[in-house]
């Protein structure tokens, strides 16, 4: 049913991401599908990587090692941005369409009142989009 | 200065399409310095935090004393800024206008210099925005409030200071020649607007985008200290740098948001009666301040970029319109002689030393120059977070050259205008009206001017939110040490401080004091700035040569 799950990766908050991970590990396993990775950063110099290309070759690695432990395809895609805070949903909702993906799961956490003024990435991406999206969130 | 070369061509196997590459090589500051390690990272009430400790502490603790002495000890603290501010422009008037002669020569210098050919954010970096995107936001964030208020201020009262031949005529004025008179008010309007403010930003900008986009450094003042100070940026020399920026940058703002909202009052006044009063003013802020955080939340591009082409679009308008209806040709034929006459009295009012019209001087061009440095820290650093792919050249061009001839547009069409009505057709009102009013009674001789007026209003309100949503990206991300993908509240936040600060000092009073003492800011920051001119030098000197 699915051919190309989309995740995306906050390279600078990989503990959140954890339980989500294994999650996506199932099910590209289970649909035998490609998993593509995306990040997006800053153009300014980070907390992960001082240019967008460090920021690339640190998702590349991190998608080898994911590959190691789930077996599956993997690649990646960055995106830079001015203001990638501000534009984050709008960069995934573009890469859904670059990519050609048939799923997206992303880690999101719980609802909140702040969601009413700010909603969360996961909320938004999935009234923006054709695909189907997952939204893992932390384990009680 | 260590530094290696890293090649910035992405990876064979996987290149991806959203990134501007490839880069071109870069020569990156080795550093070990991670940005956002002395952050603290929490979630309150749901809502999560990143932020520099020791900036972000200090300098709200310093901000709020400042506020509360202010507030509180109104008449005794008044005097007290009054004199440090007197003592700066007076007896250091020269150090301003020599430092900001030194950043002119530097500018101009880096146009026709090899230098110029090196690209901020690696020699193959693409643009981030259009050529009218950046403009716009660039001369939004750095001028456009006091175009409108001193676009026909400043010509009419330095036309009139010459005329009369007083102590606070330009260059000793031109007494009872109204011809004279005229140019060298223009003259000495522009100078005020022209190429010295934009070359105070240039410096700024260039140096920031320079350390954070080619080096790899946080975008944040302390990084333009690099070249100096090495790794101790990263400690108490570095934070003192920043705290300066968020004081700087948040008493500019706020006095201003505050005498912004009586001006804008006063305005509203005048043309729709509406009551000058507490209420409307402090509804002015927070209106302001609302459509300041939707701007911030959308983001740079969606928010500010967007709000700053509708400013663009709506005082070309304006201006066009003024020229179409007011004395065309004077107009026309004057920009071309305000800008001979600005280049012809330019060495003359740019002189640092043994100036005979001291109080013009000092009163003027050193307020000024300490203003507009005051200023630079965040108009500086906005410039530099859109500036990433244009080469130095294409920078200096457009932050230099191309805004000083708007400004000689701008103040040609207003304060030509207005002089021509006070001369021509010896209207008075112009001239006697308040400050805040002169922009409306000048409007009021021309067709429209119902309509005309309220554009002046609306372009004032919107020129007041893009200064305050740039002013809070950029507060937000010194106080994150130059995060700038720090979380949305804080920016919220920082908005929020801005109107309830402005009003604050607007209903408890001590605006003008406060903000006399944002413009002391200026000292301290004259000196880092000449040192970022070095650091300039340094960091564009170690660049790969661009072909």
Known sequence: MFNNIMVPVDLAHLETLEPALDVVADMGKRYDARITYVGITANTPTSVARTPQEYEQKLDAFAQERHQVHGQPVSIKVYSSTDPVANVDDLLVKAIKEIGTDLVMMATHLPRHLDIVMPSHGGKVATHTDASVFLIRPAK | MDNKSQDKSPDDKAPSEGIPAPEGPANLIDTDYVIGQDNITTTTMGVNLDLHGKVFTISSIVVLLFVILTLALQDEIAPVYDAVFGFLTGNLAWFFILAANIFVILCIGLIFSPLGKIRIGGADAKPDFTYMGWFSMLFAAGMGIGLMFYGVNEPLTHFGTSFDGGSWAPLGGAEGD??????????????????????????????????????????????????????????????????????????????????????????????????????????????????????????????????????????????????????????????????????????????????????????????????????????????????????????????????????????????????????????????????????????????????????AIVLVIVFFVTSSDSGSLVIDSITAGGKVDAPKPQRVFWAIIEGALAIALLLGGGLTALQTMAVSTGFPFTIILLVACYAIIKGLMSEPKAV
């Open chain 2, 178 to 455: 109204e011809a004279g008179a005229a140019a060298l008010g223009m003259a000495a309007t522009i100078f005020h607007w022209g190429l010295h403010p934009w070359a105070i930003y240039a410096v700024v900008a260039l140096s920031l985008a320079l350390f954070a986009f080619n080096k790899g450094l946080p975008l944040s003042m302390r990084s333009v200290f690099y070249p100096i100070l090495g790794e101790r940026v990263w400690g108490w020399p570095g934070h003192l740098i920043d705290i300066l920026a968020v004081f700087a940058t948040l008493f500019g703002l706020t006095t201003s948001l505050g005498l912004g909202a009586t001006q804008a009052a006063a305005g509203m006044t005048y043309l729709f009666g509406a009551p000058e009063t507490d209420v409307t003013m402090i509804l002015l802020i927070i209106g302001i301040t609302i459509i300041a955080i939707c701007s911030i939340l959308a983001g740079v591009d969606k928010g500010v970029q967007l709000l700053s082409k509708i400013n663009i679009a709506m005082a070309a308008a304006l201006l066009f319109f003024v020229i179409a209806v007011g004395p065309t040709l004077l107009i026309a034929t004057g920009f071309f002689e305000n800008l001979l006459n600005y280049v012809v009295h330019l060495p003359a009012l740019s002189n640092p030393f043994g100036r005979e019209d001291a109080n013009f001087s000092q009163g003027w061009t050193a307020f000024y120059w300490a203003w507009w440095i005051s200023w630079s820290p965040y108009v500086g650093m906005f410039i530099a977070r859109v500036s990433r792919g244009r080469t130095v050249r294409e920078f200096m061009v457009s932050v230099l050259l191309v805004p000083s001839i708007v400004s000689v547009l701008w103040m040609t069409t207003f304060g030509g205008t207005a002089i021509d009505q006070y001369l021509s057709q010896g209207i008075e009102a112009v001239r006697d009206a308040g400050i805040d009013l002169q922009l409306f009674v000048m409007l009021e001789q021309l067709p429209l001017s119902q309509i005309t007026s309220f554009v």
